[in-house]
């Protein structure tokens, strides 16, 4: 212990206990662990630069980094998607989800930005769906109260109700309404289903997709029956 040339490198990754000694005895294993001979004295090696000398917790970030780069481009698109839905659904901080997956700073957060684009662009079309259908339905009822004041007043006859004889040549129009509507409905489904299977969304970001879709039906549904009163049906 009284040797000048000892050094406790205490802090030092490679300094640890020898496993062939019973009484606790540190070394260096530098050589032993990576092959490569430490080249220097044990004092001009503690806690210099460009040194073997590194610490613990320099040492695992040192290896993370490492192990970062062997993934870089090699992730599977099972972590990909968990790694987004723990950030974009389950709100965990980018750097916890990185610790947990192994991903790079710059990997997770082009991952998120995607995935936030793409989810954007589905609800910005679901918006302009339902946009599209109110303005059809405010169209419909402005025309009918228009039909209804050029009508003239007819006595009821107790057997059925009036005939709308100006909604009967208005076929065309209702299936031009009908098959759009139809149309939407088919892209909300697709939307929905990509949703679903992306599992970015939250519980209540999927209600308000099915309470759009429900309008829609229920819609299409309210265009038949006029339809069919029209008709004479």
């Not at 059925?160 to 076929?171: I, N, R, V």
Request: aromatic share 10%.
């Amino acid at each position: 212990m009284g040797n000048e040339h000892y050094v406790r490198c205490d802090g030092c990754y490679y300094w640890k206990v020898s496993s062939y000694s019973n009484k606790g005895m540190h070394f260096c294993h530098y050589c032993y662990l990576t092959g490569i001979p430490r080249g220097i004295s044990p004092k001009d090696c503690y806690k210099k630069t460009n040194t073997p000398y590194i610490t613990t917790e320099n040492y695992k970030k040192q290896e993370k980094g490492k192990k970062e780069m062997a993934n870089m481009g090699n992730y599977d698109a099972g972590t990909k998607e968990a790694a987004v839905k723990a950030v974009l659904v389950d709100k965990e901080p980018q750097s916890i989800v990185r610790e947990r997956f192994c991903i790079a700073p710059s990997t997770l957060a082009r991952w998120v930005a995607d995935a936030k684009k793409e989810q954007k662009i589905y609800f910005d079309y679901a918006e302009k769906v339902e946009a599209e259908q109110s303005r059809a339905e405010q169209s419909r009822a402005e025309q009918s109260r228009a039909e209804q004041s050029r009508a003239p007043s007819a006595p009821k006859s107790g057997k059925e109700d009036a005939k709308l004889p100006a909604e009967k040549d208005s076929g065309d129009m209702y299936d031009e309404i009908a098959d759009g509507l139809c149309n939407a409905v088919s892209d909300i489904e697709g939307i929905m289903r990509k949703l679903e299977k992306l599992e970015i969304v939250s519980e209540g970001e999927k209600q308000v997709l099915e309470r759009l879709f429900a309008r829609v039906n229920g819609f299409i549904l309210g265009l038949d029956y006029r339809r069919g009163r029209a008709d004479g049906k």
